[in-house]
């Protein structure tokens, strides 16, 4: 595609629920990054994969929080038994190798709201 | 955690103005990248420095990085409208791969 893509744009859900983010890259990167933010800070690393492993997990904040990605492309986010602390925008990028002299493209976020 | 710390937080400039944002970070780094964030949407990156380069220019953006100071500066010359939006300074650390911290931000606003 074009850009990075993101699904869905908006998640509400209650407190204890799973939720499961989407992240589409840019065809042909083979790395990608997901950030979280939360309302007007920076950007927080969660984790990177390069092909289909995941060299840097050290961002994840908790057991309740896991990625994978499949095929070298599509990555999911899986955040289980959400808590109201989980409520931020998730960012996610992709640059064609995972080398630090690359920019790397974002999407525009999965905005999560935990009620 | 956050290694850069943008300054100032906030810059409200008139149209035509140029507009300068700092950065500083703590450990040693690879390179420096500035990206710009329009309100709800994603990054998107504007500019790459080397830790061995002091300076570089893209259209109306000039970029500073001072190593031994541990600092960066962004300045957007004749400013527009369209550059309302949150700068972000992001620094690839030495030693690990490709893994970007970023800063907290400078929201400028700039008005016609």
């Known amino acids: 595609g074009a850009g990075v893509s993101q699904s869905p744009s908006n998640k509400v859900t209650e407190k204890g629920k799973d939720v499961e983010l989407r992240c589409d890259p840019i065809?042909?990167?083979?790395?990608l990054y997901w950030y979280r933010q939360s309302l007007g800070q920076g950007l927080e690393f969660l984790i990177y994969f390069q092909g289909n492993s995941a060299p840097d997990k050290s961002g994840l904040p908790s057991d309740r929080f896991s990625a994978e990605r499949t095929g070298g492309s599509v990555s999911t986010l899986t955040i289980q038994r959400t808590q109201q602390e989980d409520s931020a925008v998730y960012l996610c990028?992709?640059?064609?190798?995972?080398?630090?002299?690359?920019?790397?493209?974002f999407g525009d976020g999965t905005r999560l709201s935990i009620l | 955690s956050q290694q850069g710390e943008e300054d100032p937080q906030a810059l409200s400039i008139q149209e035509g103005e140029n507009a300068t944002m700092n950065c500083s970070y703590k450990t040693s780094i690879n390179n420096l990248q500035w990206y710009r964030q329009n309100s709800g949407r994603g990054l998107v990156h504007l500019i790459l420095i080397r830790s061995n380069e002091r300076e570089k220019h893209s259209g109306r953006l000039r970029v500073t990085l001072d190593t031994s100071k541990k600092s960066s500066s962004l300045l957007i010359t004749a400013s527009r409208a369209a550059d309302t939006a949150s700068y972000f300074c992001?620094?690839?650390?030495?030693?690990?791969?490709?893994?970007?911290?970023f800063g907290t931000g400078t929201r400028l606003q700039v008005t016609l």
């Open positions: 990028a992709s640059s064609l190798v995972s080398n630090s002299n690359q920019p790397q493209h």
């Open positions: 065809s042909g990167h083979t790395a």
């Open positions: 992001a620094t690839a650390t030495t030693g690990t791969a490709s893994k970007l911290t």
